[in-house]
């Protein structure tokens, strides 16, 4: 018998479709990737991502299985999805089938938030804890819960929208209709648009010197730059933005309690002045009783989150990993 | 063999201790109260704790045990309080051993608001459900949770501190040290307070009159009243803070995709004024998605709820009930 030691994992993304072939200890062996917005078609999607799949497999004999992680809603016992947050035209579409009768292989279907706090829990910086909480910091602010040693999801499928946690019940109007959600303040737009705002006061900042004079440049990995080079204003905004950051947590830790918070996704990269901040904010918001064994720390899997998530959800399944 | 129908449910509560004797169906067939204050010692309140029990029992081989909520965070396995909130003295005692010995009977000891969930799906408004927000209202804003049909504790048994949820990071400070926390806003002191601090602009309310001319003696109980007897301002108040209830309840929503949240307390007996606004708000701050099939519904049990939860871990750890 073959010995089943490679896990297809799919990260399925509004903007990029990641694929990847992924061994049993969560090591990343070859990847592809595509741009999902170049196919009009579901259909010619699924075939896209079907062939690229197929590309990374040597011998399907060795291959445990496919695990793919969707924006959004799904039935992850059915493998159908209920809608997509960015992506139009896959409501009630059964891509676990669909897949599965292409590749003839097994295939697990979740919400990528979920895949992420999998992902983290089999092979990163969660492995060992029960009660966990994984946050994606991004375009979006995402998350994904592990309870118990199990992935919550809610009565709707919906749970672990961590970026919708309301921490100013005035103001910013957010994305979702609401306002004062965590996205609002600490989404990558939000922190740019923060920055060009503070600019005014800070002529001196680097900041507009590395955006090559134009504001509609600043991105959170450019004020990382300036901060890295001691760049008050980005510095300053860094700290505010942990601040923030840590009042969203300590909702969700006084609920939860959980054992471990894992924070990823591209503003993670910042480090540890993120984090310091963040870590102050939470000592000064959340519980005592809460925050006193309680774990903040970065994800192992950044940019290859998504796929690795995907490929835990095979695992967690399998359960091979025990 | 006896038949072993009866469970005595025990609210050990920071200001009364409450005591019931409950059929299987969650019927009280009798109940006792003292003051906890009334004594000194930890001995002596546990001395009255197991003489009021007993009373209430007439034949020992009739129980099926005794189960207890305490105001803190305990160890359930163990039976170890870890300690409470506002009763001194009560750190690392080992509360169950205790009364199974004084009462040779099985004894279950749980966190109040986890008891208080538990009642309410194993014989109130939550039964059926498997994914459960208890809120209790009151002096302060407690709750419990219910998620995949299990009380879920967290990791260090902290969870559900729904009333320390951030709904406005700039202020006002909170009993817990953060600020903007629900509880002050919507805890009893904080609703007299906003109601005294409107009266100056509303010289026509009720309220004053019914509050005999004293500010001091204004309460959420005679808001109500005075809401009953169509007060404006005594309206306006309600609305206000079940929109402010909303706000919270929503970042749990989206957080933990409930199937419902069953609300409590003696603020709950404002009734459809106040609960209307609340699911106003929830609607216009929570995601659709988990809005759409979710329940928010009244707590069948309030005054008893204590001693009906407290009962209810008896009738879960025993599994007699379903």
Redesign the interface.
């Known amino acids: 018998m073959a010995k089943k030691d490679k896990i297809v994992g799919i990260d399925f993304g509004a903007t990029f479709v990641k694929l990847a072939l992924i061994s049993l200890d969560g090591i990343i062996l070859k990847k592809d990737s595509f741009k999902t917005g170049d196919f009009a078609s579901r259909d010619s999607l699924i075939a896209e991502m079907v062939r690229r799949a197929r590309c990374l497999v040597d011998k399907k004999d060795d291959v445990l299985g496919i695990g793919i992680g969707v924006p959004g809603?799904v039935d992850y016992k059915k493998g159908v999805i209920?809608?997509l947050t960015n992506v139009k035209g896959w409501r009630g579409v059964n891509l676990r089938e669909i897949l599965k009768k292409k590749m003839g292989l097994p295939v697990y279907l979740d919400n990528d938030g979920n895949a992420v706090a999998l992902g983290e829990m089999e092979w990163g910086a969660a492995k060992g804890?029960?009660?966990i909480v994984a946050v994606t910091l991004g375009s979006g602010v995402g998350g994904g819960?592990i309870?118990?040693g199990?992935i919550?999801?809610?009565?709707?499928?919906?749970?672990?929208?961590?970026g919708?946690?309301?921490?100013?019940?005035?103001r910013p109007i957010c994305n979702?209709?609401?306002?004062?959600c965590l996205e609002a303040f600490v989404g990558n737009k939000a922190i740019a648009r923060e920055a060009v705002r503070r600019l005014n006061k800070h002529k001196g900042s680097i900041l507009l010197r590395l955006a090559e004079g134009k504001t509609s440049k600043i991105t959170p990995k450019l004020i990382s730059q300036a901060a890295s080079k001691k760049d008050n204003l980005s510095i300053a905004i860094w700290q505010d933005i942990g601040r923030?950051i840590g009042?969203?947590l300590?909702?969700?830790i006084?609920?939860?309690?959980?054992?471990i918070i894992v924070i990823g996704g591209g503003i993670s990269k910042t480090g540890s002045l993120l984090f310091k901040a963040i870590k102050a904010s939470v000592k000064?918001?959340?519980?005592e009783?809460?925050v006193?064994?309680?774990k903040i720390v970065r994800a192992r899997f950044v940019e290859d989150a998504g796929v690795v998530g995907a490929a835990a959800l095979v695992v967690k399944e399998k359960g091979c990993n025990s």
């Open positions: 809603q209920f809608n804890y029960r009660n819960l309870l118990n199990e919550y999801r809610g009565g709707n499928y919906a749970a672990g929208e961590i919708h946690i309301c921490i100013d019940r005035r979702c209709g609401s306002n004062g923030t009042i969203g300590s909702s969700i006084n609920i939860l309690n959980p054992d000064g918001h959340a519980l009783v809460s006193k064994r309680l």
